[in-house]
């Protein structure tokens, strides 16, 4: 069974920086698409950015020109590199990747557990 697990979340002041990792374990054969989305109190999850195994990317609009996502494929690690952080981008963050576990599976989507994000003065 592979596992994601987050980290670098935090608290920062708007303007400021921060960058997620989310590295993935275990049972691993092959990793498609990884991406972030997030959850604000009250609201749905939503997407943030995804990059394929071959490294295009798709961002939301809220975030484009201030948040890059990245991927280490020889460490089975996503980043999330957040820039110009706004009040608005409070939220947690969780990574989702798509996994296939062994030769003989398909491809599954695994979620981590979330770390959170708080942008305030």
């Known amino acids: 069974q592979a596992q994601l697990v987050e980290s670098g979340g935090g608290l920062v002041q708007p303007g400021g920086s921060l960058r997620l990792s989310c590295a993935a374990s275990?049972?691993?054969?092959?990793?498609?698409?990884m991406g972030w989305y997030r959850q604000a109190p009250g609201k749905q999850r939503e997407l943030v950015a995804t990059t394929t195994s071959g490294g295009s990317t798709n961002y939301a609009d809220s975030v484009k020109g201030r948040f890059t996502i990245s991927r280490d494929n020889t460490k089975n690690t996503v980043y999330l590199q957040m820039n110009s952080l706004e009040p608005e981008d409070t939220a947690v963050y969780y990574c989702?990747?798509?996994?296939?576990?062994?030769?003989?599976?398909?491809?599954?989507?695994?979620w981590g557990q979330g770390t959170q994000v708080t942008v305030s003065s």
């Open positions: 275990g049972s691993i054969f092959s990793i498609g698409a």
């Open positions: 989702n990747a798509n996994i296939m576990s062994t030769r003989y599976t398909r491809y599954r989507a695994f």
